[in-house]
């Protein structure tokens, strides 16, 4: 039998590029409960995702990959070289091209662009940054993240940083022992935290490209680190080298090869999503509530709880802490009581401002579940 393959269109290109994006999420959101997974794209165009920026915008941003051409070896990457898949490129012009349909149209407020690495790391670079030259030439002023490629040449990174609104580079796991269980065309420490230092030095304050943002990802769960190595390389990430945000992205049994730690872990699927929720949790603690690293609660095996919110861990660790006055006690405070966010917060904040006494939780607001789980950390200096 003779089969006929016509040649695919722009259309069906992108149907695929984009489903094979999914797994980046170093401009996406993470999950913001058990049951809905944010990372999920419009119905009716793959390719626009709904995410949420490194200064915290929600914005819908056209998402995917160059080509999912790719000649490393990446063991828990469904695309990897030795896999059989459909592969497809596109041209700049024609990804340029489709993005203004949108774009011009409101349909999108800006692009991420990724891609396989295509013969060799710069050669993908130069791919990318055309890309970026031509948006840039046609006066597009609006968001633009580019992919990092690990191996890419310093003349590569900063060419790209002279055109994107944000960059990243996937640090994918913690530590040089860790990272050799991932695959062997990549050096971690050439390839990945070197230029991620570099990017750190050249997007700092008052350096050439300070307006840029930097970002990473860790894929959790393909190798056999803990959450507490995560936590602390991240809190490096952020203080040492001044990094927007962190991403977090669970490995899912089955895309890894069969030797992969990953696909040997004893946790299912679902455990690995809620152990990506719990790092997600942690972050906000370090980024947004003053928790340092070591303040971080982790089991004997230096993991996170899966069943317990960390900081409802902490508080009980810390019964010294408790209970608060709510009257008198200041925002960074506020902030370590379970179920109060910097929105409930900042109420509390303005409620005493206006030289009103908080008698009882009422006072916020009906209570909810979030309300009744701070109430008892609290007490209301009668």
């Known amino acids: 039998m003779i089969h006929i393959h016509k040649k695919p269109d722009i259309s069906e290109k992108l149907s695929v590029l984009s489903q094979d994006s999914q797994f980046d999420l170093a401009c996406a959101c993470g999950r913001k409960d058990l049951k809905e997974d944010h990372r999920h794209r419009s119905k009716e165009d793959k390719w626009i995702y709904p995410v949420v920026l490194p200064d915290n915008r929600r914005t819908f941003l056209f998402k995917t990959l160059i080509s999912n051409v790719c000649v490393n070896d990446c063991r828990y990457c469904p695309l990897r070289s030795n896999q059989d898949t459909r592969r497809f490129s596109l041209q700049a012009e024609e990804l340029v091209n489709t993005f203004f349909k949108y774009y011009n149209i409101g349909r999108v407020s800006?692009?991420?662009?990724?891609?396989?690495?295509?013969?060799?790391?710069?050669?993908?670079?130069?791919?990318?940054?055309?890309?970026?030259?031509?948006?840039?030439?046609?006066?597009?002023?609006?968001?633009?993240?580019?992919?990092?490629?690990?191996?890419?040449?310093?003349?590569?990174?900063?060419?790209?940083?002279?055109?994107?609104?944000?960059?990243?580079?996937?640090?994918?796991?913690?530590?040089?022992?860790?990272?050799?269980?991932?695959?062997?065309?990549k050096d971690y420490i050439e390839d990945i935290i070197r230029p991620i230092k570099l990017i750190s030095n050249l997007t700092g304050r008052g350096a050439p490209y300070g307006r840029v943002k930097q970002t990473t990802q860790f894929v959790v769960g393909a190798s056999s680190e803990t959450d507490q190595e995560i936590v602390k390389y991240s809190w490096g990430?952020?203080?040492?080298?001044?990094?927007?945000?962190?991403?977090?992205?669970?490995?899912?049994?089955?895309?890894?090869?069969?030797?992969?730690?990953?696909?040997?872990?004893?946790?299912?699927?679902?455990?690995?999503?809620?152990?990506?929720?719990?790092?997600?949790q942690v972050d906000w603690l370090l980024r947004k509530y003053s928790f340092n690293d070591d303040e971080i609660p982790f089991d004997n095996d230096g993991n996170l709880l899966l069943s317990t919110d960390p900081k409802e861990v902490w508080a009980e660790l810390h019964p010294e802490f408790f209970p608060l006055d709510i009257n008198r006690a200041d925002k960074f405070e506020l902030l370590r009581v379970p179920g109060f966010g910097s929105v409930t917060v900042d109420e509390i904040i303005r409620f005493r401002k206006d030289r009103r006494r908080i008698r009882s939780i009422e006072d916020l607001g009906k209570p909810g579940k979030r309300l009744r789980k701070a109430e008892k950390y609290l007490k209301f200096g009668y």
Do not use: C, W
Request: charged share 20%; aromatic share 8%.
């Open 110 to 185: 800006g692009l991420f662009l990724s891609s396989g690495v295509i013969g060799n790391p710069d050669l993908t670079m130069e791919r990318i940054n055309k890309i970026a030259i031509l948006l840039r030439r046609m006066e597009f002023k609006g968001y633009l993240h580019l992919k990092i490629i690990p191996g890419a040449s310093d003349a590569a990174i900063e060419e790209a940083l002279s055109l994107a609104s944000a960059v990243s580079i996937n640090i994918e796991t913690p530590g040089q022992k860790n990272f050799a269980h991932l695959g062997t065309s």
């Open 237 to 280: 990430l952020y203080k040492r080298l001044g990094l927007n945000r962190v991403y977090f992205s669970a490995y899912q049994r089955g895309m890894g090869d069969n030797n992969l730690p990953g696909e040997l872990s004893h946790r299912t699927n679902n455990e690995l999503l809620t152990r990506e929720h719990r790092l997600y």
